[in-house]
């Protein structure tokens, strides 16, 4: 299983950036799929997942991050909008297992500066 992400680079605070993350070698359209960040000196963290339609977002993000899937494709977007200098971090995205934490990618860099 591979989960190969794209999208990642520098952003202005308040603006936008798009995260996709392309899975191969299972398909994962009954299954958990989400986002994961990590920021320098913090713990992983649950940013969005999505199961069976139903998403889960962390309360810094709500409002402001939609994550979506596309089963045909076998693939998770992370839309980030108003972006701020907290969302900084290495997003990762993640697939499969009872919390999204089966299958993992290798990382993108998100800076918001």
């Known amino acids: 299983v591979q989960l190969v992400e794209s999208g990642g680079g520098s952003v202005q605070v308040g603006g936008s950036l798009r995260l996709s993350c392309a899975a191969s070698?299972?398909?994962?359209?009954?299954?958990?799929m989400g986002w994961f960040r990590q920021a320098p000196g913090k713990e992983r963290e649950s940013v969005a997942t999505i199961y069976d339609d139903s998403t889960y977002y962390h309360a810094s993000v709500q409002g402001r991050f939609t994550i979506s899937q596309d089963k045909a494709k076998n693939t998770v977007d992370l839309q980030m909008d108003r972006v701020s200098a907290e969302d900084t971090a290495v997003y990762i995205c993640?697939?499969?297992?009872?919390?999204?934490?089966?299958?993992w990618s290798q990382g993108t860099q998100v800076t918001v500066s």
């Open positions: 070698g299972h398909r994962f359209s009954s299954a958990c």
């Open positions: 993640a697939a499969g297992g009872t919390f999204c934490d089966q299958y």
